[in-house]
């Protein structure tokens, strides 16, 4: 499984939505919270993209030769249509100031210098190590995860669907239905991938999720092709 901190780094990298929160801009629209763009600087820093005249921009001019604590928080929301839509949320909390030069006119970039992280998503919740964030990587996929997953709910659904002949007994329900009975009454949807697996989500009379694990990791989409094509050709048989 992917660790916390690839997890979070993972997050705080995608295009997922995305608020900074900080003191005493409590009554400000969350639109104009949300930074247009972001990314981590090669030693864990997180640089915000605002426009110049932004209410956060203008706070940290203000508290220029103070420490302006804010929380970075991210929220992933599943690209396809289904029950309980929020896959997980991060946090990265620290010190904002501004990093002039780094944006083109009209803009501002401000550095976010993380002291503390922490990710609650599909895989549990867990408190994040700066260091160990500053040193992952993001998933190689984030980039065409909602692509590919959209792709796959749109133009493979029988397929995906196939995939609860692999739950075994997870497809019975303590009533001691018969699994394949209990399979008929499933609805797979694709919730999330990641280069260990593809995480469907059932529902139904009851609603859960199944990890279909890929033999090893992909690094690229060509990989993660051949890794769904072994993944429905077992569902096949």
Known sequence: MPSAAER??????????????????????????????????CDGEV????????PVVRAATH??????????????????AV???????AW??????????????????????????????LWGASAVDPEDFARALPDPLV???????????????????????LLGERAQDPSGAAAEQRARGLRAVPLALDRFGLRVRFTGDRCFD???????PVRDVVELRRAMHLLFEAAAH
């Open 47 to 54: 640089f915000l993209l605002f426009p110049a005249d932004s």
């Open 8 to 41: 979070t780094r993972t997050l705080v990298q995608s295009t997922c939505s995305a608020v900074l929160l900080v003191p005493g801009l409590d009554g400000i629209p969350q639109e104009l919270l949300a930074p247009q763009a972001r990314v981590v600087g």
């Open 92 to 121: 990265a909390s620290g010190w904002l100031t501004r990093a002039p030069g780094l944006a083109e006119p009209g803009g501002m970039m401000l550095r976010l210098e993380v002291g503390e992280l922490s990710v609650d998503d």
């Open 210 to 216: 199944a990890r279909f694990d890929f033999p090893e």
């Open 83 to 89: 029950p309980h839509r929020i896959r997980g949320r």
């Open 63 to 80: 508290a220029q030769d103070d420490e302006l604590s804010a929380v970075l928080e991210v929220t992933d929301v599943a690209p396809v």
């Open 143 to 165: 980039a065409h995860e909602t692509e590919l997953l959209q792709h796959l709910h749109a133009a493979h659904g029988p397929q995906v669907q196939e995939l609860c002949a």
